[in-house]
């Protein structure tokens, strides 16, 4: 079935590096943008990045910009966030999610990111 | 950047009365060459992704139950319950995907029972 499961989430220290990764399964990956979105714990929704369908293309949220980066291996059905300088900001809930939600929302389950000393 | 707010932050509403949410963009997610508004609903529960609900303001997605409906165009839009159940408790968000790629999440509105 279609299928995004997120790992690589933990507890890190402020400063520290983190990659995430999403594995998808269950329909065409190289079709589809890729975005990650993260919930802070008691708190809403954030769009944090996104991925154009070849890689070629990357927008961030302002307050990450500099410090992550999305990557896709297409071959792998894998997409990536790499996440440098953390703060204790960025502790939440990480998902990634399938774009053109008109075609069928895909969400993982999510992993969490903990920053903190 | 487009911004999204809804209204209210939160909302208590009797079984079986009706829920309404609303949604407002900084600027129109109507695209004109397909007349399409690119504004989705999710519902949230605790320890869950989000649920689709409506795509296009207004297309239920299969599976969601005909108490949930979506309204309006351009800058605003709605989202309502017509008959609270139990199980409608959670947080609802309207988001854009009018801007290329990019999404933008209302802040959220919890919906319990009064």
């Known amino acids: 079935q279609v299928q995004l499961v997120e790992s690589g989430g933990g507890v890190v220290q402020p400063g520290r590096s983190l990659r995430l990764s999403c594995a998808a399964s269950?329909?065409?990956?190289?079709?589809?943008?890729m975005h990650w979105v993260r919930q802070a714990p008691g708190k809403g929704l954030e769009w944090v990045a996104v991925i154009s369908r070849d890689g070629s293309d990357a927008y961030y949220e302002t307050s990450v910009k500099g410090r992550f980066t999305i990557s896709r291996d297409n071959p792998r059905n894998t997409l990536y966030l790499q996440m440098n300088s953390l703060r204790a900001e960025d502790t939440a809930v990480y998902y990634c999610?399938?774009?053109?939600?008109?075609?069928?929302?895909?969400w993982g389950q999510g992993t969490m990111v903990t920053v903190s000393p | 950047d487009i911004v999204v707010t809804q209204s209210p932050d939160s909302l208590a509403v009797s079984l079986g009365e009706r829920a309404t949410i609303n949604c407002k963009t900084s600027q129109s997610v109507l695209y004109s060459s397909n007349n399409k508004n690119y504004l989705t609903w999710y519902q949230q529960k605790p320890g869950q992704p989000p649920k689709l609900l409506i795509y296009?303001?207004?297309t239920r997605e299969s599976g969601v139950p005909d108490r949930f409906s979506g309204s309006g165009s351009g800058t605003d839009f709605a989202l309502t319950i017509s008959s609270l159940q139990a199980e409608d408790v959670a947080v609802y968000y309207c988001q854009q995907h009018y801007t290329t790629l990019t999404w933008t999440f209302g802040q959220g509105t919890k919906v319990e029972i009064k």
């Open positions: 999610a399938r774009d053109r939600p008109y075609d069928g929302s895909v």
């Open positions: 296009w303001a207004s």
């Open positions: 269950g329909f065409t990956f190289n079709n589809y943008g």
